[in-house]
Structure formats: structure tokens, C-alpha cells
């Protein structure tokens, strides 16, 4: 199973430095983590994976880009602080069907 994944080249590897590109920084793969099936879409409810905790593809793979809108501006989530991921894991989505509110990610409370 490939152990890392090059950012600059976008290559999963099994060897350090990325053979590509020649990188030295990579991030470790998840155990759980796999090649994602899907065509590119936009996702309203993302998971997490139960193991390191990022954001997941409905498929399962962990190839995944989280953006999200804090105080009026789009960003992606990998460049926000610890707490304030959290606060997007956390967060509750909501509906309106048929004038009642109902939960999209199924979080109580």
C-alpha cells in the first residue's frame, strides 16, 4: 500500500523523497485511505474519516478539498487553525421542508 502523498506532484507514493518531483515533504496516508471512484462533484455533507479525523469523499477516499464560508469569504479548511476546523466539523446543517426544520448530517443537538 503507498505510504505518502506528494502536494506538489499530486503522486501517492511508497518512497521518500517523491521520485517524481524529487519533494521531501509528505503527508503520510491514512490507513483507511484509498483511490476515489467518484467524478469531481460538489458535496454538501462531507464525513470524517474515524481514524485520522479529515474529511472524507463519499466513496471513502480522503482526496478531498473542504471549503468553507467564515465571515463572508470562501477558504479552504486545510489552512484554518485546529479550532477553527473543529468549529466546521461541528457545525449543524439545516432545511426547511414543508415549513419544519430538519437536519441534513443528522447531529443532535
Not at 1 to 9: A, G, L, Q, R, Y
Not at 12 to 21: H, S, T
Not at 90 to 109: F, H, L, Q, T
Request: overall charge neutral; some cysteine; glycine content about 10%.
Amino acid at each position: 500500500m503507498p505510504k505518502w502523498n506528494c502536494h506538489t506532484c499530486k503522486t501517492i507514493i511508497e518512497e521518500e523523497p517523491c521520485p517524481v518531483c524529487g519533494e521531501t515533504f509528505l503527508e503520510p496516508r491514512c490507513v483507511a485511505d484509498h483511490l476515489c471512484t467518484c467524478i469531481d462533484e460538489i458535496s454538501a455533507g462531507l464525513k470524517y474519516c474515524p481514524i485520522c479525523g479529515k474529511p472524507v469523499c463519499p466513496c471513502g477516499c480522503h482526496d478531498v478539498s473542504q471549503v468553507s464560508r467564515v465571515t463572508g469569504y470562501l477558504a479552504e479548511v486545510s489552512g484554518m487553525n485546529m479550532g477553527k476546523q473543529q468549529e466546521v466539523k461541528d457545525r449543524v446543517r439545516n432545511i426547511i421542508v414543508n415549513g419544519e426544520y430538519r437536519r441534513v448530517n443528522g447531529k443532535d443537538g
